[in-house]
């Protein structure tokens, strides 16, 4: 293209390797899987935070699937549990909510899921805002 400006794009393709073997130790905390069972029978399998059910966008793949979060942790130490203790959470939400937990103090890890849920509503709210939709959340 003489006399035309041209975009050049240089693509930097950088190798790595992974899937090496290395020997680690870590702490296996034991569940009882009774406690899950409980839980996703008395909540369901919708997230309790952003509501996501996996059944409803995958069908029969995602049937009875959820992530359940303790909320006071197992890694707190060996105690009586509950299934009240549970709750169903879809993946992204749990990584969120132990995320979150670093900035909690014990006492408030029963206000964890109403936290997240709030900065969900928040960050929607600021979404459709944006979009200048009227508040649908």
Excluded: W
Excluded at 73 to 98: A, F
Excluded at 118 to 134: C, V, W
């Amino acid at each position: 293209l003489v006399g035309s400006e041209m975009c050049i794009e240089t693509v930097v393709t950088e190798v790595v390797t992974e899937g090496g073997k290395k020997l680690i130790f870590t702490y296996k905390y034991e569940r009882n899987p009774r406690l899950k069972k409980k839980a996703l029978q008395e909540h369901g399998y919708s997230c309790s935070v952003c509501g996501f059910d996996f059944e409803e966008t995958y069908g029969a793949l995602g049937k009875e699937f959820a992530e359940v979060h303790h909320i006071v942790p197992v890694s707190e130490g060996e105690r009586e549990n509950d299934y009240r203790n549970l709750v169903p959470l879809c993946p992204n939400c749990h990584r969120m909510i132990h995320r979150l937990y670093k900035d909690l103090t014990p006492q408030q890890y029963g206000d964890a899921v109403e936290i997240l849920r709030n900065k969900l509503k928040d960050r929607a709210k600021d979404f459709y805002g944006e979009l200048g939709g009227t508040d649908t959340v």
